[in-house]
């Protein structure tokens, strides 16, 4: 559990060091975006394998229905982990479409996840995701809302969802985290 808290404690710091210390970030320059993905890349490994060696201590036991409920929020949540980056039309609908997806994927996990780990990992990211939102709106209260783009644009990002939510649920699958059931 500790390289677990260890992770979360990186990513976090790694993502309100533009906020906390403006400064020291822009003296960094490109140095510093290299310096921020290190430490990106370092949390995640704490935190999948604290996550994947933590003892299970059960908490609750979810309901199998939230099974097909999870699964359909992580269609939406990777959607919205892309949607930022598109160019359709769909791409001004809200301010922050990655950290809405982080935030659904996140409730998702949670609602088929009962164990301590799980609690600690996805509670974790989602109060992140959460302070975020409103540690950037607060700094740039005004938000100009992207032109719509072609249609085109968002038939790509759904095509890109569709085999990115199948990769998703290979890898978790192949790591014996079944998305589908068995």
Do not use: C
């Not at 099974?67 to 949540?77: S, T, V, Y």
Request: no cysteine.
């Amino acid at each position: 559990m500790t390289l677990l808290i260890l992770g979360l404690i990186l990513w976090i710091a790694a993502h309100f060091f533009k906020r906390v210390l403006p400064d020291l970030r822009a003296r960094l320059g490109d140095k510093g975006k290299g310096l921020v993905a290190l430490i990106l890349i370092a949390s995640l490994v704490l935190m999948i394998n604290g996550f994947r060696g933590a003892e299970i201590v059960p908490i609750w036991e979810p309901p199998t229905w939230t099974r097909h409920l999870n699964n359909l929020m992580m269609l939406f949540a990777v959607a919205l982990m892309g949607l930022g980056h598109s160019k359709g039309r769909l791409r001004g609908l809200m301010r922050h479409p990655m950290l809405i997806g982080v935030k659904l994927w996140a409730v998702a996990h949670l609602l088929v996840n009962g164990d301590l780990a799980s609690i600690v990992l996805f509670g974790g990211l989602l109060g992140w995701a959460v302070v975020q939102v409103i540690v950037i709106n607060r700094a740039e209260p005004d938000w100009t809302r992207p032109e719509p783009g072609p249609l085109a644009g968002d038939i790509k990002l759904g095509v890109i969802t569709i085999v990115l939510y199948g990769v998703i649920a290979g890898v978790h699958a192949w790591l014996g985290y079944p998305v589908f059931g068995g």
